[in-house]
């Protein structure tokens, strides 16, 4: 691993409180990805009355009306940007927080099962408060499952035409961070920041379009 590398990894698990984080990064490093595009964007879902409670959620669960309202903005943030393809996860708060943001690009998005938040399985509807990313749940899938699905489903979207606009989940920006060698701190997960990744050589870095707040990173 270069030098660079290793610092990004460092800074990542640095800033990243939800324990396991440290084996998602491993894992990640062992099929990093290595898109041909030179920038892309990638959007959270808007927020849900579960993500506010801080409980795992279903794929159907939908956004609260502050999502609704997050979803706007971010599709007035992202209303100038040269965006040519849109794809999404089909969860529902992913899906319709993609369409909001389509529609102001006179885009349709394209959903993907493969872009949905990490199942866990038996641990949906319970406290997500001491997430750990390393637990193998009852029902759902495994660490190194959810990568590789995220990896390849990632892959997938980035070789449509450019640029292209992701929409998915928490989970997925951890993962998708931590394939190319990117360190997240908690400003970039808040629900519905749109994010733009740049490749400057060979290393990646990420940019909000809008900063906010620490205290709106709750995830799955």
């Not at 030098?3 to 998602?24: F, I, K, M, W, Y």
């Not at 740049?198 to 620490?214: F, H, K, M, N, S």
Request: a negative charge; glycine letters at 8%; proline letters at 6%.
């Amino acid at each position: 691993m270069s030098q660079q590398t290793a610092s990004s990894h460092a800074a990542h698990a640095a800033h990243a409180t939800p324990n396991g984080l440290d084996e998602l990064i491993r894992i990640a490093e062992t099929q990093p990805l290595a898109p041909d595009c030179d920038h892309f964007y990638f959007l959270r879902h808007g927020q849900t009355g579960r993500n506010a409670l801080r409980i795992f959620q279903a794929v159907d669960e939908p956004l609260s009306e502050l999502g609704l309202q997050q979803a706007a903005r971010a599709a007035t943030l992202l209303s100038g940007e040269p965006i040519r393809t849109v794809v999404c996860s089909d969860a529902r708060r992913a899906n319709d927080t993609a369409h909001t943001v389509a529609t102001a690009l006179r885009l349709v998005p394209t959903a993907q099962a493969a872009l949905r938040e990490r199942n866990f399985g038996a641990l949906i509807g319970t406290s997500s408060a001491n997430i750990d990313w390393a637990c193998e749940p009852e029902g759902g899938e495994t660490l190194t499952q959810f990568v590789a699905r995220t990896r390849d489903a990632i892959d997938a979207a980035l070789r449509l035409p450019a640029p292209v606009l992701v929409v998915a989940h928490g989970g997925t920006l951890y993962a998708l961070a931590a394939l190319l060698g990117v360190p997240v701190d908690l400003g970039l997960l808040g629900n519905a920041q749109p994010l733009r990744f740049e490749r400057r050589g060979p290393i990646w870095a990420v940019t909000p379009l809008l900063r906010q707040a620490d205290g709106d990173a709750a995830l799955a």
